[in-house]
C-alpha cells in the first residue's frame, strides 16, 4: 500500500501484482538479465515499492510506501542473482514488465491527479478575475479536467507457475529457477553456493 503524506492529508492507495500460485515472486538480476524467483514477503514488498515511487516523487519527497505493519526506516534487502552471483539491493531485482507496472500505476493513480488539481486550481482563479475586463478586449479561459483523461488503470499477471522449485539448506528458503539450469547456484537470499534440493 502507498500512502502520500503531506502536511493535512493522507492519501491511501492499493496496489496489487500477481504471485504464482505457490507465492513466489519474479525477480530478474540486475546483472546478467535472468529470471528466478522467491518467496514474497510483506515487509520486502514495501521495501521494494519505496525506491520507484521516491524516484516518481523526487521533487518533494513525501511518498512514504507501507504495508501497515512494516518499519518506515525498513533497512535495505540484499539479493543474490542464483546464476551469475550477482548482489544488489531487491528493488533493483525487478523485471522490467514489473518496473513498468509500477509507473504506469504511479503516473495513473498519483502524477496525472496531481497536474489535474494543478490545473483546476489554475481554472478556478481564471473564473475568479472574469468580469474585471476594463479595455476593449475580453478573454475567457474555460478548462475542464476529465476523469476520461486518464489512462486506464494497469493489470499485473497472472503470473505462471513456472520455474523449478528449490529447497536451500543453507537458510531452509525456497526459490524458483529456470528450468534445465544444472549445477550450483547462489543462494539468492545469503549468497552462499548451494547445490539445489
Same mark, same amino acid.
Given at each position: ?25 519474479? @525477480? ?75 509507473? @504506469? ?28 475586463? @476594463? ?63
Amino acid at each position: 500500500m502507498t500512502e502520500e503524506q503531506d502536511q493535512s492529508t493522507t492519501k491511501s492507495y492499493s496496489i496489487t501484482f500477481s504471485l504464482d500460485r505457490g507465492k513466489f515472486f519474479r @525477480r530478474a538480476c540486475s546483472s546478467c538479465g535472468r529470471h528466478f524467483k522467491t518467496e514474497a514477503s510483506d515487509a520486502e514488498l514495501a521495501h521494494i515499492l519505496q525506491p520507484v515511487f521516491s524516484r516518481i516523487d523526487a521533487e518533494n519527497k513525501t511518498m512514504k510506501i507501507s504495508d501497515g505493519q512494516v518499519n518506515e526506516a525498513a533497512t535495505k534487502t540484499i539479493m543474490y542473482c542464483p546464476y551469475c552471483g550477482h548482489h544488489d539491493d531487491s528493488g533493483e531485482m525487478l523485471t522490467i514488465e514489473f518496473q513498468e507496472y509500477l509507473k @504506469r500505476y504511479a503516473y495513473r493513480e498519483i502524477v496525472f491527479p496531481q497536474i489535474r488539481q494543478m490545473f483546476s486550481g489554475l481554472s478556478d482563479s481564471f473564473r475568479q478575475n472574469r468580469g474585471h475586463s @476594463r479595455g476593449l478586449f475580453s478573454v475567457q479561459v474555460k478548462f475542464e479536467a476529465s476523469d476520461d483523461t486518464l489512462p486506464p488503470r494497469p493489470i499485473a499477471g497472472p503470473e505462471p507457475p513456472d520455474m523449478l522449485k528449490v529447497k536451500l539448506h543453507c537458510c531452509g528458503k525456497r526459490a524458483k529457477i529456470l528450468d534445465g539450469w544444472y549445477g550450483s547456484i547462489s543462494c539468492p537470499y545469503c549468497g552462499t553456493n548451494v547445490i539445489p534440493l
